[in-house]
């Protein structure tokens, strides 16, 4: 049967070596195999927040520093934020990522303000900005309530689902509807009480798919400082670090493969091996 005559989306039998994988997967996808010896180096990294600390003891260098606002009717990108984190959230975030994977790129895009204000708009948008970079992961330590929102930030999870992004999105620290986490294209995170980095377990009830360490976690601050915390927002970015690592062992992977390795590799799948 010819190209033409095959239903949209087909594979045509000539077509079938354009798609074969490259590189052949090992019989057990173990964690030496998935992260091992990897530190990061080449994945790229969004933490979508309220600013990152730039130079913290906890961070080190942040490559870009960009700010989201609206006024008006227009969305005004700021490609080079000098303000850096206005509350300490996205610093904490950050600095979990980095003690993961020390040597990733780190971008800062901040959608929040002081006191953790915001808008679902601006979480839209710079959601819409980072996707169009195409980083490797999006870190979400953040989630809106409002269903007026859910359906764009669905289409955009799917979005960067299929472009190569991967969403780590914190489920809501109290049971409520709330989004990206829930969708499926996103990987989402709660927490459990370990105490090791690489603690994480996969949930066979979602919507959460991954519980990490998120209880009496030490965190990077503002001011260079530390700060002990719990909740949903401090697992996601152990999540996303160990995620930076697999891709820059295995650059190739798309979202998918890279949340199949991470169900395999759970401490209560695989992991551990």
Same mark, same amino acid.
């Given at each position: 049967?010819?190209?033409?005559?095959?239903?949209?989306?087909?594979?045509?039998?000539?077509?079938?070596?354009?798609?074969?994988?490259?590189?052949?997967?090992?019989?057990?996808? =173990?964690?030496?195999?998935?992260?091992?010896?990897?530190?990061? /180096?080449?994945?790229?990294?969004?933490?979508?927040?309220?600013?990152?600390?730039?130079?913290?003891?906890?961070?080190?260098?942040?490559?870009?520093?960009?700010?989201?606002?609206?006024?008006?009717?227009?969305?005004?990108?700021?490609?080079?934020?000098?303000?850096?984190?206005?509350? +300490?959230?996205? =610093?904490?975030?950050?600095?979990v990522i980095?003690s993961l $994977?020390?040597?990733?790129?780190?971008?800062?895009?901040?959608?929040?303000?002081?006191?953790?204000?915001?808008?679902? /708009?601006?979480?839209?948008?710079?959601?819409?900005? $980072?996707?169009?970079?195409?980083?490797?992961?999006?870190?979400?330590?953040?989630?809106?309530?409002?269903?007026?929102?859910?359906?764009?930030?669905?289409?955009? $999870?799917?979005?960067?689902?299929?472009?190569?992004?991967?969403?780590?999105?914190?489920?809501?620290?109290?049971?409520?509807?709330?989004?990206?986490?829930?969708?499926?294209?996103?990987?989402?995170?709660?927490?459990?009480? +370990?105490?090791?980095?690489?603690?994480?377990?996969?949930?066979?009830?979602?919507?959460?798919?991954?519980?990490?360490?998120?209880?009496?976690?030490?965190? $990077?601050?503002? +001011?260079?400082?530390?700060?002990?915390? =719990?909740?949903?927002?401090?697992?996601?970015p152990h999540?996303? +670090?160990?995620?930076?690592?697999?891709?820059?062992?295995?650059?190739?992977?798309?979202?998918?493969?890279?949340?199949?390795?991470?169900?395999?590799?759970?401490?209560?799948?695989?992991?551990?091996?």
């Amino acid at each position: 049967m010819s190209e033409e005559e095959l239903p949209a989306w087909s594979l045509p039998a000539a077509a079938v070596e354009r798609i074969a994988l490259p590189e052949e997967w090992p019989g057990e996808i =173990t964690r030496d195999w998935a992260w091992g010896g990897a530190t990061g /180096a080449g994945a790229r990294v969004c933490v979508l927040d309220s600013g990152i600390e730039d130079g913290h003891p906890l961070v080190g260098k942040v490559q870009q520093s960009v700010a989201i606002s609206i006024e008006g009717d227009e969305v005004i990108v700021d490609e080079e934020d000098t303000q850096g984190d206005l509350c +300490g959230h996205g =610093t904490a975030c950050a600095g979990v990522i980095r003690s993961l $994977a020390p040597e990733c790129d780190l971008v800062s895009v901040r959608v929040l303000g002081a006191g953790y204000t915001g808008s679902g /708009a601006v979480l839209l948008e710079g959601l819409k900005w $980072a996707i169009e970079q195409g980083y490797d992961v999006i870190n979400m330590s953040l989630s809106t309530t409002k269903q007026k929102f859910a359906s764009l930030l669905h289409e955009l $999870a799917d979005t960067a689902y299929f472009q190569r992004t991967m969403l780590v999105a914190s489920a809501h620290n109290m049971p409520v509807e709330s989004y990206p986490w829930r969708f499926s294209s996103v990987i989402s995170v709660g927490s459990h009480e +370990g105490q090791d980095p690489l603690e994480y377990y996969y949930n066979p009830a979602p919507p959460v798919e991954f519980f990490a360490r998120g209880v009496d976690v030490e965190v $990077a601050w503002n +001011g260079g400082g530390r700060l002990v915390c =719990t909740g949903n927002s401090f697992a996601t970015p152990h999540v996303a +670090g160990i995620a930076a690592l697999v891709l820059s062992k295995h650059p190739e992977l798309t979202p998918f493969q890279l949340k199949s390795v991470l169900y395999l590799a759970a401490n209560n799948v695989g992991g551990g091996k």
